[in-house]
């Protein structure tokens, strides 16, 4: 209908067409030009939110195998906690850019009080300055994934680099201590256990609330064992216990204290 009335107004002589009815034909003109970008940027989003619903189901599936698998075998339960953490690493990586997703998709539609320049130049914004776009290449999830990715890859060095740099950047972001702890992890990794208790504990005292907190003092316990230093281990696995007693980190403490005592 738009249309029709564009194209009848634009076929009638200039002298019957007066100069707020051109400015208002302007308008149209840009709000026709705005509706077929966002149609295309919805489009583009929504395969996105697709590729994120196959995401999760892939990751649920992964879960569901682990435990079975676990379950139908004697291999320790710490091989299936630490799956578990890279599922919960996978996990957040997924709400995150969720998230961002939703964000994009809301700021691509104009709400209704927004006039119609209003509208046109919001557009203009998302397609010219490439609002909503992946994160760039320096962004905080980046450099974090990629650090990460790097460590699935048992390419410690490089791990160890991209999360001094997330954590020179990012100090105050809530996958700080995380990064801190997958530091501790890549030296545990090597065998270089001195600097893997120094990043643990920097961890215990930096991040007392935060949710890598039994995680950094299980391995700083049994990164002090591997040192030889039995006894200031064991002490830090029966902190660990007093102070975390239902998490799955004490049972392995106290499975590792049981290994030592041979009981």
Not at 48 to 76: P, T, Y
Not at 123 to 132: N, R
Not at 165 to 187: M, R
Request: proline letters at 3%; aromatic letters at 8%; charged letters at 25%.
């Amino acid at each position: 209908m738009v249309s029709g009335l564009l194209l009848l107004l634009l076929i009638m002589p200039l002298s019957a067409v007066k100069k707020d009815t051109q400015l208002i034909l302007d308008e149209i003109q840009k709000l026709v030009d705005l509706t077929g970008r966002l149609e295309e940027k919805v489009t583009i989003l929504s395969a996105e939110w697709v590729g994120f619903s196959k995401r999760i189901e892939a990751l649920e599936n992964r879960i569901v195998a682990m435990v079975n698998n676990q379950a139908d075998s004697n291999e320790k339960r710490e091989s299936l906690v630490l799956a578990m953490q890279f599922a919960r690493e996978e996990l957040t990586e997924i709400k995150n850019s969720i998230n961002s997703l939703q964000s994009q998709m809301a700021s691509a539609i104009p709400t209704a009080s927004q006039g119609p320049v209003a509208g046109e130049n919001q557009g203009a914004d998302l397609v010219e300055s490439g609002a909503g776009e992946k994160p760039a290449p320096d962004s905080l999830e980046s450099i974090y994934y990629t650090a990460y990715s790097d460590y699935i890859k048992q390419d410690y060095e490089l791990a160890v680099l991209g999360f001094s740099q997330f954590i020179e950047k990012y100090p105050s972001s809530p996958l700080a201590d995380n990064a801190l702890y997958w530091i501790g992890e890549c030296y545990f990794a090597q065998r270089k256990f001195e600097e893997a208790v120094s990043h643990f504990s920097k961890l215990i005292k930096q991040y007392a609330d935060g949710d890598k907190v039994a995680d950094a003092t299980l391995k700083k316990g049994f990164s002090l064992i591997e040192m030889g230093k039995q006894s200031e281990g064991s002490a830090v696995l029966k902190e660990l216990i007093s102070k975390f007693p239902l998490s799955e980190e004490a049972s392995l403490a106290q499975q590792k204290l049981n290994e030592i005592t041979g009981s």
